[in-house]
């Protein structure tokens, strides 16, 4: 049996859709000829994205002789690429006991349909009875394991994953995934160490530290966390997204003032980086820097963010309880200059000429 095959994605999930040149029982020449011929014909339909026509002329080769595993298989392709997958499924079906159950492509395209069925167990034995036959396939372990998640069998996920690992520690999907994998079973030490592996394997995903520092932080483990994102910035200095993070774990270590510090440095960096000024002037207004804390949220007002209007409010609202009122007047009108159709910024204006 030769065959034509082509690898199509589907949103992140590598789907085999082949077409199967059929070969032919004994038969009469001239039918089988003619089943031959119709079995082009209907591969060129295929291939020229004239699915229903092609199913048409793939069930008149079969009464004509063709292939009953060829044919079932490319029936089914041809409703997969319609997206009419319960037909779809009942074809692979046919093409798998056609086969005696020898004919991979079918089981991993049935269990991918299967997978977007929701019928998750029944995805689950597709892959399995398909694994048997190509045990080394890596993607299906993965995909496998992703089955194995929407039944609720961490169990089984963290199997089928670290299966993936074992025949593939070059892919670095597989790392992430396999590591996600030992976090849910609340293994953390093992996930530290597949992501220490990936990092030692490929030096140049400096995204493993900061992943690292992500996966310890869980663990509310702030000095292993921050260890991590500063290991990472010693490779990446101006990874603005990565110092956010780590000024975000020193604060939840209780360390304000050098989350401050941090901060300053990304706005130096990435003056526009609205969210690092809200969150440096939240910490200097409760460090009562009231200079620092305007000036921060000037920079995230300028940025356009509508977070700015409530720490100038909260400035105001600070001046006014220290009687200091032509202060908050002076707070709110800068406000209103970046929000100028704010009513509630002008409410509070008026309130304090009256």
Not at 90 to 107: M, Q
Not at 306 to 330: D, H, I
């Amino acid at each position: 049996m030769t065959r034509f095959w082509e690898s199509v994605k589907f949103k992140g999930e590598r789907f085999l859709v082949a077409l199967v040149l059929a070969f032919f029982a004994i038969v009469p020449a001239f039918a089988a000829q003619q089943a031959a011929d119709i079995v082009d014909r209907a591969n060129n339909l295929y291939r020229d994205g004239k699915f229903k026509q092609a199913v048409i002329l793939y069930r008149k080769a079969l009464e004509r002789g063709a292939d009953p595993v060829a044919v079932s298989f490319n029936i089914a392709n041809s409703y997969y690429q319609m997206e009419k997958y319960a037909e779809a499924a009942a074809s692979y079906r046919k093409a798998v006991d056609f086969s005696s159950g020898k004919f991979a492509p079918a089981l991993f395209n049935m269990a991918s349909v299967y997978y977007r069925l929701k019928q998750y167990p029944e995805c689950v034995a597709a892959y399995h009875r398909a694994l048997k036959l190509e045990p080394d396939n890596v993607s299906a372990w993965l995909f496998l394991g992703e089955a194995y998640t929407r039944t609720g069998d961490k169990v089984g996920a963290l199997r089928a994953i670290e299966k993936a690992y074992q025949l593939d520690k070059s892919d670095i999907s597989v790392v992430y995934q396999l590591s996600e994998a030992n976090i849910a079973m609340d293994d953390f030490d093992r996930a530290v160490a597949v992501i220490r592996e990936g990092y030692a394997n490929h030096p140049e995903e400096v995204d493993f530290l900061v992943y690292l520092g992500d996966v310890y932080r869980l663990q509310k483990d702030y000095d292993q966390s921050a260890g991590a994102y500063r290991e990472a910035l010693s490779v990446r200095s101006d990874d603005v997204a990565t110092m956010y993070k780590l000024a975000d774990v020193l604060v939840e270590d209780g360390k304000n003032f050098v989350a401050m510090d941090l901060l300053t440095n990304i706005l130096s960096i990435k003056p526009d980086f609205a969210d690092a000024a809200i969150f440096l002037g939240n910490l200097a207004y409760d460090a009562h820097f009231w200079e620092r804390s305007e000036n921060a949220y000037e920079m995230a007002a300028k940025s356009g963010s509508q977070e700015a209007v409530y720490g100038f409010k909260n400035l105001a609202f600070e001046a006014r309880s220290q009687k200091r009122n032509e202060e908050a007047l002076r707070l709110l009108e800068k406000a209103q200059g970046f929000y100028p159709s704010d009513q509630t910024i002008e409410a509070e204006i008026l309130e304090l000429r009256d």
